[in-house]
Nanobody, 117 residues
Framework: QVQLVESGGGLVQAGGSLRLSCAAS????????MGWYRQAPGKQRELVAT???????NYADSVKGRFTISRDNAKNTVYLQMNSLKPEDTAVYYC???????????WGKGTLVTVSS
């Protein structure tokens, strides 16, 4: 059974930091591109960051220089270090796993991040 379980969300003041984790199971983690997406109230889900099987990271312009995505294939876990948080970063953050060649996409249930001003 495929599972993506996010953790690490919570309430933080503007300028603070949080580290999100996503523990994966039920699929071959190392062959999947992993990503973080977010959805703010009343808005569409948007890409935050992705990391390929080779460790190449890609970021949304809005988080470049503040967020860092990383993965640990030995632990089947992907992380999102979020620094200098802003109120506009408030959203539910979702973990994503994608294997384009295989047509497989998985989603976690999300973790809420709230940044107060």
């Amino acid at each position: 059974q495929v599972q993506l379980v996010e953790s690490g969300g919570g309430l933080v003041q503007a300028g603070g930091s949080l580290r999100l984790s996503c523990a994966a199971s039920g699929f071959i983690f190392r062959v999947y591109t992993m990503g973080w997406y977010r959805q703010a109230p009343g808005k569409q889900r948007e890409l935050v960051a992705t990391i390929t099987t080779g460790g190449i990271a890609n970021y949304a312009d809005s988080v470049k220089g503040r967020f860092t995505i990383s993965r640990d294939n030995a632990k089947n876990t992907v992380y999102l270090q979020m620094n200098s948080l802003k109120p506009e970063d408030t959203a539910v953050y979702y973990c994503n796993a994608e294997w384009v060649a295989h047509g497989s996409i998985y989603w976690g249930k999300g973790t809420l991040v709230t940044v107060s001003s």
